[in-house]
């Protein structure tokens, strides 16, 4: 007998755990020919805010050892031209999909939860709260746990679908950040979004990417996921995704056990376009050679002795 994948967050029933990660799969109709996207639990969408985004200038990507460094700049078509041309290619697909949101204050994420609460095609909403406040003296909402309460808040008020928050790792408390975007009313949180970095070519002194300061995603930061949704899932109570360089499924494994319920798979997408699809398949394989019944079984089973 097959395992049962299906994971619950909130309102949101997904048909397995596997999800893509905002910013690293496009509209998700870029992929269809280079991989099984209807396999998959969840489709999140790259960020969407209200007005177009051009993003930063060049370069915008850097590859480093086990890791690589982006600035896109969030650079997105804007709310009306994404529900005009994305949402219905995106909305005929089987997987969920959960649409990643940005703005400049709350007042943003507020009115673009209230425009999207009203299409058929949203299963979800993922709160990006890691971009800046503009409002606030370029305070990103995600380091602040009181800021981050009250962008929840807003979207919760706006929404009855499926609300997902991004956490930044840049902050010093991660878990009260967590702790009161829960009490805010998030149906689960994402773990994590990358981390601030930047890298400089040797020899002539520049910097690698037009925006100086990236994104650090890959195999390089998924320790320091794992141990994010380890420490979160002994404080809060709502489901957790995991993220951060998952590139196979013993890594959605390791996830799982530290108190992930599901997974996204980001920047290993760039290299196999199929990862996610193969970590899906490992993820079952594993689950019917353990004679586990559901991947609610394998959540948060760690041992505290090495």
Do not use: H
Not at 227 to 254: F, H, M, N
Request: glycine share 10%.
């Amino acid at each position: 007998m097959k395992p049962d994948l299906s994971v619950r967050i909130g309102p949101l029933l997904l048909q397995n755990p596997v999800m893509t990660a905002s910013g690293t799969f496009g509209f998700a109709t870029e992929y269809r020919s280079l991989m099984d996207v209807e396999a998959l639990g969840a489709v999140v969408t790259k960020g969407v805010s209200l007005q177009p985004r051009s993003g930063n200038r060049p370069p915008r990507i850097w590859e480093t050892p086990s890791g690589m460094l982006n600035s896109v700049g969030l650079e997105n078509p804007g709310l009306e031209e994404f529900l005009r041309t994305k949402l219905p290619a995106l909305a005929a697909m089987r997987p969920r999909v959960i649409v990643n949101i940005f703005g400049a204050n709350v007042e943003e994420f507020s009115q673009l939860a209230a425009r999207l609460d009203e299409q058929p095609g949203v299963d979800g909403l993922e709160v990006n709260i890691s971009c800046p406040n503009v409002s606030r003296g370029g305070v990103a909402f995600g380091a602040d746990p009181q800021l981050a309460a009250e962008v929840t808040a807003a979207v919760r008020r706006s929404t009855r679908k499926a609300l997902l928050v991004k956490l930044t790792p840049n902050v010093t408390d991660l878990v009260e950040v967590a702790r009161r975007v829960a009490e805010a009313g998030a149906d689960g949180l994402t773990l994590i979004n990358t981390l601030r970095a930047m890298a400089i070519d040797w020899r002539t002194g520049r910097v690698r990417l037009g925006n100086v300061i990236g994104g650090l995603s890959g195999p390089a930061i998924r320790p320091v996921a794992v141990r994010a949704v380890y420490e979160v899932s002994r404080t809060v109570k709502i489901p957790l995704v995991g993220c951060g360089g998952i590139c196979t499924w013993q890594d959605a494994v390791e996830f799982f056990r530290a108190g992930a319920s599901a997974v996204q798979v980001g920047s290993a997408t760039f290299r196999n376009p199929r990862a996610a699809n193969e970590v899906l398949l490992g993820i079952e394989k594993f689950l019917t050679d353990e004679g586990m019944r559901s991947i609610g079984q394998l959540v948060g089973r760690v041992e505290m002795e090495p």
